[in-house]
């Protein structure tokens, strides 16, 4: 059995490698949950963050890598159970000359320019804190608002803040910063979102094997070292496991061919 998974290019949750393979935290977690319902065959389709939901729900592939469970998307596609809990950031350069900490912030600074990527819920949680449509700047990819923060072009870029946190890593503290949002500080959002792996609704089997999968899988030791070597820590795992209905037992993948 083959499922195709598609994936954007956004660190640490995916990425592809010079040799065209593709890796990160998300791709990780699927292809260890499909291995264990025993898919044989896992492909890799990269795409834009703007394609992920309606390519799924065309049937132009099988699922996506997790992004964040709003409202209005269930509409489109089914969720799987959560898998991670991060908060909003900013990518800024080093120094953070506007002094920007939060949507609030950037939002009372009229000459301040924020970059988003098209679709992502980082738009609408900044218009909810007053960030007038004047100040954002949309991209397709995270490249290039990466490279529109170094230019000056934007003054700050928001996403996850472990996204930014890896981002900034990667190119050097001489260049950039990432900023966390504090809690409280952007609204009504005192939890962090959480985000799930999606479907096209009319494939139940297969979400219903990677949701048993899932619910073994998640928070164990295994999962939390694999995460860990992506940058995802507790603060990232725990806030999904919050709620789920404990059953006595030990975390931990098992084989199971019931999909098959």
């Known amino acids: 059995m083959k499922v195709t998974i598609a994936y954007i290019e956004e660190p640490p949750f995916g990425w592809t490698e010079p040799d065209s393979t593709p890796t990160g935290a998300d791709i990780d977690l699927a292809d260890a949950v499909l291995r264990a319902i025993g898919v044989a065959r896992i492909e890799h389709h990269p795409t834009s963050f703007s394609e992920l939901l309606p390519g799924v729900e065309a049937g132009r592939w099988d699922m996506n890598v997790p992004l964040f469970v709003t409202r209005e998307r269930p509409n489109m596609v089914a969720f799987s159970v959560p898998v991670w809990g991060i908060a909003d950031g900013f990518l800024v350069r080093t120094g953070n000359p506007k002094a920007l900490d939060s949507y609030v912030s950037l939002a009372k600074r009229a000459d301040a320019r924020l970059g988003i990527i098209a679709g992502q819920v980082q738009h609408d949680s900044a218009k909810a804190s007053g960030v007038s449509e004047d100040q954002i700047v949309v991209f397709e990819h995270q490249a290039d608002a990466v490279e529109a923060v170094l230019s000056g072009a934007v003054d700050a870029y928001a996403s996850t803040a472990l996204g930014n946190?890896?981002?900034?890593?990667?190119?050097?503290?001489?260049?950039?910063?990432?900023?966390?949002?504090?809690?409280?500080?952007?609204?009504?959002?005192?939890?962090?979102?959480l985000g799930a792996f999606s479907f096209n609704r009319s494939n139940s089997d297969l979400i219903q094997a990677v949701n048993k999968a899932l619910r073994s899988y998640l928070g164990s030791p295994d999962h939390r070292a694999r995460m860990a070597e992506f940058g995802l820590t507790n603060n990232e795992i725990d806030p999904a496991l919050a709620g789920r209905v404990q059953d006595g037992r030990r975390p931990g993948l098992v084989l199971n061919r019931a999909w098959m």
């Open 165 to 193: 946190r890896i981002i900034a890593n990667r190119i050097g503290g001489s260049m950039l910063e990432a900023i966390e949002h504090e809690p409280g500080t952007n609204g009504k959002q005192q939890k962090p979102p």
